[in-house]
């Protein structure tokens, strides 16, 4: 059974930095496209950042330069660096993964068939 359990949120002041993890288990961790989403309250699920299984990565526009993706591969762990933090980015942080392999990042909520709980990102100005 796969499981995804996110951790690393908080309340940060504009320009301040998050790091969120993802632990990951129940499946072969390296061959699935993992991805970011955020959710805000009052709006739709988007996607933040995505790497393939290749180790290819994407980020919107909105956080390119402040977003990194990154997995630390010896512990089936998934991060998502966040620098300059903007009151915007306020939402509930969502870890996912598609279940099957991915040659390209991809950021769509139906690309993906497993999520963690979500962990809450608050950023005051």
């Given amino acids: 059974q796969v499981q995804l359990v996110e ?3 908080g ?6 930095s ?4 993802c ?3 129940g499946y072969t961790y390296s061959s699935y496209c993992m991805a970011w989403f955020r959710q805000a309250p009052g709006k739709e699920r988007e996607g933040v950042a995505s790497i393939s299984s290749e180790g290819s990565t994407s980020v919107i526009d909105s956080v390119k330069g402040r977003f990194t993706i990154s997995k630390g591969n010896a ?5 998502l660096q ?4 903007k009151p915007e980015d306020t939402a509930m942080y969502y870890c996912a993964a598609s ?9 769509g909520v139906a690309e993906y068939n497993y999520w ?4 809450q990102v608050t950023v005051s100005s």
């Fill in 23 to 25: 632990s990951a288990s």
């Fill in 99 to 107: 279940g099957r392999y991915c040659y390209r990042p991809r950021l």
């Fill in 116 to 119: 963690g709980q979500g962990t």
């Fill in 7 to 9: 951790s690393g949120g």
């Fill in 82 to 85: 966040m620098n300059s933090l």
């Fill in 75 to 79: 512990k089936n762990t998934l991060y």
């Fill in 11 to 16: 309340s940060v002041q504009a320009g301040g």
């Fill in 18 to 21: 998050l790091r969120l993890s």
